[in-house]
């Protein structure tokens, strides 16, 4: 008698993924996938792609997908949200579109506090157009627009989603995680099903910002790049949780 | 003269977009034809500001009134500006307190009303323009006076209704100043 | 037949849209099309509706995106300049097929331009607001009572088609009050089986999306969409003739300016001049087929605008340059007076 042990969420459907070797949406795909499956959501959710490599997120998870234009996804999840609130529907999104081009509806959605759920991909790096500098680079990182390493004189300073979503009242949950290796996958696993929790009690605005790998524009191996989260991503992306409004974690106001 | 067009002007905050109001919910409850345009910019308060009302039988071209057979004014550079505009033949009322020069034109009939005095005198301060208004309706006749009160009723927002009195007393003031 | 009420141009587009079924509204302050918003602002909360003051206009736009994809009304308005920041959005909505209204109340160019009435966005409308080979509806409403008429129709020619339309108004238009009969509430039937509302676990996935990254897919998108712009010129032109019957000079305006020329034209035929007008009430389509008839029959056009001639070119294409186009125009938030478009006849009547 054979069982199964490992199978594919049901909520992603079965188009091969067409991500670089040692890619982390892969992984944050699946996990994303398994909190659906796990809510039993899949019938009531709908998904909204950004422009990025995850642009054809909407080919991969099996509800139903929205693609929106660059950085716009939080607007078009509030207008979805607006007219059909018993749905649950999350943006997934990565560093270009959530922190440069979308900037304005990111910190806009999050100050309404929208009841939606936000999958920040931040790998500080634009992986689809071949390895610009990202607004989350970090401080002396070579890419191809900051060809000698980011100079914060002329190319500033990387933006930290979470600390500046923290300042905001609105938010109910701010995480940030990383998936370079079981523990940290596990951890955020937990992290994005409760950001889709979140949404079904109606508890408001979740983001989790995922630290993740670029093997490929970071010009290392996967195993290499896994390291390197923890070297040099973690010191400027701290883990941890940055909001937990109902646990009275990371409030902008003190309780009087 | 069954084709009115009038141009009521003066300051910002006079209340020449609510007098122009009154004519064009009164043409409604007639069933006229009519139009009204405000001018619109980014002067709330204190700036020049007019209204074009156009009361007619048959269907409004332009509500743009060029050339109005009547023109009420409450400062002098909107007289300096629509004084030479007026038809031959047209009427002005002017509020004769904020205007003090007169009229040049021969070939126009001119009502030099103290409407801004009056109201001050009668306890009504604001309502110079209801008392222009009420002699713009009893010298024209653009709009039949039985059906004012109800276009008042119409015009003033509903958590001042109790102003609903003193505007018809401004406006029977002016009537009878030019009676 | 309801009882006519006294609305100003902006408030009845509100109410219209309201009326339409609508009931997700997003805007972003500029004047002079605010009075939507505020109409919409007070009106939303007491229907069960959406009223949502954007961090954008672009933002904006992306709401209605976002609203359209699951099948309901969504609209916004707003003035050129804010239009043009919406140009992205549409294009994405045409790309993905999405039905909604935008509302231009136009107001004078370029740059932050002024604020006083204009015409100069007919470009802007008719050739397809953002990049990309697209059309949107345009329609042009010349009273308050086709701001009402034509929001609703809007509404369900863009649900029809799948695909934007915008109401092409002017300052004027949006600031006037005139009275309207509204129309009457109505239920949406259109098909809309291509929305997501989710599965339900009940059907495979629907995808609201305007990528193809396969260019031959990306070609047939394109042609399917172009042969729905066929069907909708044949089908869908609208425009209004006053006094062609025995017109020599044709006089082509639309919104204020056909208003203005209509007391020209009364004034003109005074004079023993013949002249009619056509007015476009949609500008896309335009109405070609209604200027080329008449090409036939008179001897010149009057393009009259608020714009540098921007119609005038689609009048010349339109009636294949049989007959001259004049061109009676002012532009910055200027009107032309009845007497400068009687001039203009007279000229072109020479």
Known sequence: MSQVVFDKPKALTDAVLHYCPGCTHGIVHRLVAEAIDELGIEGRTIGIAPVGCSVMAYDYFACDMIEASHGRAPAVATGVKRSMPENIVFTYQGDGDLASIGLCETVSTAARGENITIIFINNAIYGMTGGQMAPTSLIGQVTQTSPYGRNPETQGYPINICELLATLEAPAYLERVTVNNVKNVRNAKKAIKKAFQNQVEGKGFSLIEVVSSCPTNWGMTPQKALEWIDEHMLPQYPLGVYRDKENGVGLAKKEA | MSNYEIVIAGFGGQGLLFSGKVLAYAGLLEGRELSWLPSYGPEMRGGTANCNVILSDTPVGSPIVDHPNVLMVMNAPSLDKYEPAVVEGGKIFLDSTLITREVERKDVEVYRIPATQMANDMGIPGLANMILLGAIIAKTGCIKEEGIEDALKKVIPARKMDLLGSNLAALNAGKEYVA | ?350
Request: with cysteine; charged share 25%; aromatic share 6%.
């Open chain 3, 1 to 350: 037949m309801s009882e006519k009420v006294l609305m100003k141009g902006n408030e009845a587009i509100a109410e219209a849209a309201i009326l339409a079924g609508c009931r997700h509204y997003f805007g972003y302050p500029i004047t002079p099309q605010t009075e939507v918003a505020a109409y919409m602002s007070k009106k939303m909360p007491k229907i069960g509706g959406t009223f949502l003051q954007a961090e954008s206009e672009i933002a904006a736009i992306n709401m209605v995106y976002g609203v359209a994809s699951t099948g309901k009304r969504a609209m916004t308005s707003s003035s050129s300049p804010g239009i043009a920041l919406k140009c992205e959005g549409i294009s994405y909505m045409a790309g993905a097929d999405l039905p909604g209204l935008i509302v231009n109340v136009q107001r004078g160019g370029p740059g932050l331009g002024g604020i006083q009435p204009s015409q100069s966005d007919y470009f802007l409308a008719t050739r397809g607001p953002g990049h990309g080979d697209f059309h949107v509806l345009v329609l042009a409403p010349s009273s308050v009572q086709e701001m009402a008429d034509l929001t609703v129709k809007a509404f369900d020619l863009a649900d029809k088609y799948r695909m934007p339309a915008m109401l092409l108004a002017d300052g004027t238009m949006g600031q006037m009050m005139e009275p309207v009969e509204l129309p009457e509430p109505k239920e949406v039937t259109a098909d809309k089986s291509w929305a997501v509302t989710g599965t339900k676990m009940e059907r495979k996935h629907n995808i609201v999306n305007s990528l193809y990254l396969k260019p031959t897919e990306l070609e047939e998108k394109n042609i399917e969409r172009f042969e729905r712009y066929k069907e909708i010129e044949e089908k869908e032109c609208l425009w209004e003739e006053f006094m062609m019957e025995d017109a020599e000079i044709c006089v082509v305006s639309y919104g204020i300016t056909a208003r203005v020329s209509r007391n020209a034209i009364i004034e003109a035929r005074k004079q023993g001049i013949k002249v009619g007008m056509i007015r476009p009430i949609t500008l896309w389509p335009f109405p070609k087929k209604a200027l080329l008839l008449a090409a036939d029959k008179v001897k010149s056009f009057l393009s009259v605008e608020l714009n540098m001639g921007q119609m005038q070119e689609d009048i010349e294409l339109a009636i294949q340059c049989k007959r001259p186009v004049g061109l009676c125009k002012r532009v910055g938030g200027m009107i032309p007076s009845p007497e400068e478009v009687l001039n203009s006849i007279k000229e072109a009547n020479k």
